[in-house]
């Protein structure tokens, strides 16, 4: 008797827009079936329609994971309707600008949970369920900012400087529970969050000529241009679906040269 092939299935948080809705996308292209976090309702209920269309059986989860239940309903909520979970990938993020001496108590708690503790509790909820299926993949979305000195960003560079140190210790974690934790460090994508946060830097800065700060950028990045979701969203679902089980705790960088190693 054949014994049919089990259908995949991954959860990605931010999913409602940007390099996270674009992931959900590629992922039901290839006909996994997906979840959909966010906090957003109505663009997130959009990308799950839109991963329909794809013929792929797709659910939204509405989730807020600045909340200490928010990552574990989220995965239940996962589990109850598709009862297994491949791979999970951690894109959501907040992000703040602020000058660095008027930063506040409030942004570094929202940037902190959402961006490290939300992953942190995530991973471990999707792992004790990955385990039970015998393995399973988690890709964090980490930034060249993680590596920079950024000091009217200072939250958010440290808080990505936090998700690469989660998945270095998941990745020794899980390894011998045949569960690959990697990461993705896209360049520049202007999705609503970059296009937000470079307009408030330029404002910090005193520049005035928001398209002239945004070329002096671009041009900074080796490649000589910005990247797009559809580019880093490949990378994502090459490691999802079909980078060897043998490479954990690597951080891939899909950043025209910012990154280098
Ligand atoms: N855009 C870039 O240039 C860039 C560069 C490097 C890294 N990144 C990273 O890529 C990832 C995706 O970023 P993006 O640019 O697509 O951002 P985005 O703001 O366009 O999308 C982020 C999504 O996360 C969701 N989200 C935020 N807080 C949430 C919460 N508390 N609970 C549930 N959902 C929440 C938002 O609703 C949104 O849909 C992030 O991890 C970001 O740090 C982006």
Redesign the pocket.
Same mark, same amino acid.
């Given at each position: 008797m054949k014994v049919p092939a089990i259908q995949k299935t991954v959860l990605v #948080?931010?999913?409602?827009?940007?390099? +996270?809705?674009e992931i959900c996308l590629q992922m039901a292209a290839r006909g996994w079936r997906t979840i959909v976090? @966010? /906090?957003?309702k109505d663009?997130?209920r959009q990308c799950t329609q839109d991963c329909q269309q794809y013929g792929s059986d797709s659910i939204f989860v509405w989730? =807020? /994971?600045?909340t200490t239940e928010?990552p574990e309903q989220m995965v239940a909520a996962a589990l109850q309707h598709f009862g297994r979970l491949d791979v999970l990938i951690n894109?959501?993020?907040?992000?703040t600008v602020e000058p660095f001496i008027e930063m506040t108590a409030r942004s570094w708690e929202q940037t902190l949970l959402?961006?490290v503790r =939300?992953i942190a509790l995530a991973t471990a909820t999707a792992a004790r369920q990955m385990i039970k299926q015998g393995g399973g993949r988690i890709i964090n979305? #980490?930034?060249?900012?993680s590596r920079m000195a950024l000091p009217n960003y200072a939250a958010?560079a440290a808080s990505?400087a936090a998700v690469d140190s989660l998945t270095r210790s998941a990745a020794v974690a899980l390894a011998a529970k045949n569960i690959q934790v990697n990461s993705v460090?896209? +360049? $520049? $994508? @202007?999705?609503? $969050?970059?296009v937000k946060t470079e307009a408030m830097i330029a404002t910090i800065e005193g520049q005035t000529d928001l398209n002239a700060f945004l070329a002096v950028r671009t041009a900074r990045i080796p490649a000589g241009r910005r990247t797009t979701?559809a580019e880093v969203a490949a990378a994502v679902v090459w490691l999802a679906a079909d980078a060897p089980s043998y490479m954990t705790a690597e951080r891939l960088n899909i950043s025209g040269g910012l990154d280098k190693d």
């Amino acid at each position: 008797m054949k014994v049919p092939a089990i259908q995949k299935t991954v959860l990605v #948080t931010g999913a409602a827009q940007g390099l +996270g809705r674009e992931i959900c996308l590629q992922m039901a292209a290839r006909g996994w079936r997906t979840i959909v976090a @966010d /906090l957003n309702k109505d663009a997130g209920r959009q990308c799950t329609q839109d991963c329909q269309q794809y013929g792929s059986d797709s659910i939204f989860v509405w989730v =807020d /994971l600045e909340t200490t239940e928010g990552p574990e309903q989220m995965v239940a909520a996962a589990l109850q309707h598709f009862g297994r979970l491949d791979v999970l990938i951690n894109c959501a993020a907040h992000a703040t600008v602020e000058p660095f001496i008027e930063m506040t108590a409030r942004s570094w708690e929202q940037t902190l949970l959402v961006n490290v503790r =939300d992953i942190a509790l995530a991973t471990a909820t999707a792992a004790r369920q990955m385990i039970k299926q015998g393995g399973g993949r988690i890709i964090n979305i #980490t930034s060249p900012a993680s590596r920079m000195a950024l000091p009217n960003y200072a939250a958010y560079a440290a808080s990505k400087a936090a998700v690469d140190s989660l998945t270095r210790s998941a990745a020794v974690a899980l390894a011998a529970k045949n569960i690959q934790v990697n990461s993705v460090a896209p +360049g $520049m $994508m @202007d999705t609503p $969050m970059q296009v937000k946060t470079e307009a408030m830097i330029a404002t910090i800065e005193g520049q005035t000529d928001l398209n002239a700060f945004l070329a002096v950028r671009t041009a900074r990045i080796p490649a000589g241009r910005r990247t797009t979701c559809a580019e880093v969203a490949a990378a994502v679902v090459w490691l999802a679906a079909d980078a060897p089980s043998y490479m954990t705790a690597e951080r891939l960088n899909i950043s025209g040269g910012l990154d280098k190693d």
